[in-house]
């Protein structure tokens, strides 16, 4: 049954006054906003900062961060200056263009200043989200011989320095004894001036690491060009303006966090809400109703958390202030937008994107109508096709390869030293982008996303590659063998599952399960442990190369449960 259309709510402020319905759309008439447009030279630090600054706009709020503990904003000029502080401390300590500055640190004013300090001297930054352990944190870092690493204190015992020999200098953000360098105290002592490092757009900005169905997660360079698109998806899709708050609940070691939490935003020109601490539907109503947010970006798990959680206290808050909501990363389903509409008055905004295309591509505008269980449509620019198994389009309602016209500004630049990678993105030659997404497009364009065309694992929104879980459990002494799928989940749309083939001698399967789900927890990451294990006596394989069959294991369990 097809769930019920749900009209355009909103103006969508900027979209009408910048594009006609139906009409193509150039991306390069957007160049005229950027001051690279006239210079020829650019950087994402200036274009997110400086240029507010010089515009006038200094004394506007740009972060506004809340906590349980505190509260506190910066106002762009303070935030130029402090970044100029930071990137002041990684000049004296070497940062050169092109250099890989990883950021490790919690939801904090801190890890915006850490990596426009990095961009504004022409560094590649690297954010690593806050849970990643010992392995997760050193396979990025080694994988491109990263060279400098900001953190804090309490992060240093999953900072493996021995084993990361391509690290030059650690900082911490805390006031140490001296033992490592402290940015903070350092950038006290530095000059808030600062000779930005122009770059090209074509340059190393950002890179986060990604997990596909093999494999380690690859390094996804983006560059600085992505602000093309990124400032106006931000201005159609987000519907920014100037006094909007906005807040992404995204920690920038997602793409969602980097692009849509810290550079979209501040393109714009809009102050960003930071919420150092962890999810409740109380925590996050009053970070809605405290900062005033008008327009929120989430996702559709901590949607259904709020959905679970909501009863009796969503009504004590004043929500009066938003007006547009947002969400990214998996399905977001029919009952969930018709509990939103109810309950807030307020349709969520599906969008489509992953990190490898750098912004947004399919989204709900404001201005269009919703098709509960639909991502949207493709935005202006941008042109999708569904593709069959040799690369012929096929008809309405008929599902294959979710395929995007190449190119678009915010492509990704380069796979970390890893062409093949690349190039598998474009199977059929370098005119269509294949997500690796199924989905079928209806008469009017609406795009539905079907699944996975591989075995990639999507648990909350996080992407999960099953080979890196199977190899962690490998590394266990009762484990044989290993097989990881994603089980369907109405929480978290999927979990991760694992069949363990057990050594001889193992017999206390209970300690073993809770074992194995800790040993996966504390070396590689919490998001990548399995909630559910199960043993088995054998698992399925091809025959020739003996390769796991997770689909097998799929399939059995789809029965078995
Ligand atoms: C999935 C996140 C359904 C998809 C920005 C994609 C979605 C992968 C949606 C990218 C959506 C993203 N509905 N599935 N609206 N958005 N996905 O790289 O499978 O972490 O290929 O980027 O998430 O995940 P990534």
Known sequence: MEAAIIPPQSAGYNIETEWVEGEPFDWNTV???????????????????DRHVDEGNGERIALHYLSEEEEFTYTFSELKREVNRWANVLLRYGVKKGDFVFVFLPKHPYCHIAMFAAIKIGAVVGPLFEAFMEEAVKDRIND?????????????????REEMPSLSTVFTIDKTDGAIPSITSEAEKASTELDTVWVDLEDGLNIHYTSGSTGKPKGIIHAHRNMIQQFQTGRWVLDLKEEDVYWCTAHPGWVTGTVYGVFAPLLNGVTTVIHGGRFSAKAW????????????????????????????????????????????GEPLNPEVIHWAYQTWGLRIHDTWWMTETGAQLIANLPTRPIKPGSMGKPIPGIEVEILD???????????????????WPSIMKEVWKNPDKFASYFPFGEDWYLAGDLAYVDEEGYVFFQGRSDDMINSSGERIGPFEVESKLLEHPAVRESGVIGKPDPLRGEIVKAFIVVRDGYKDRDGLMEDLRRFVKTELAGHCAPREIEFIDELPKTQISGKVLRRELKKRDKVNS
């Open 144 to 160: 491109c011989e990263g060279k400098y690493l900001i953190t804090e204190d309490s992060f240093l015992d999953r900072v493996n």
């Open 389 to 407: 198994e040799e690369g012929q389009p096929l008809p309405p309602q008929e599902t294959g390869h979710l395929a995007i016209r190449s190119t």
């Open 285 to 328: 109503y009053e970070v809605l109703e405290k900062a005033k947010v008008s327009v929120w970006y989430s996702a559709p798990t901590a949607f259904r958390m709020l959905k679970g959680q909501s009863e009796g206290i969503h009504a004590h808050y004043d929500l009066s202030s938003l007006r547009h909501i947002l969400s990214v």
């Open 31 to 49: 160049n005229a906003r950027f001051t690279w447009n006239t210079t020829g030279k650019v950087n994402m630090a200036y274009e997110c900062i």
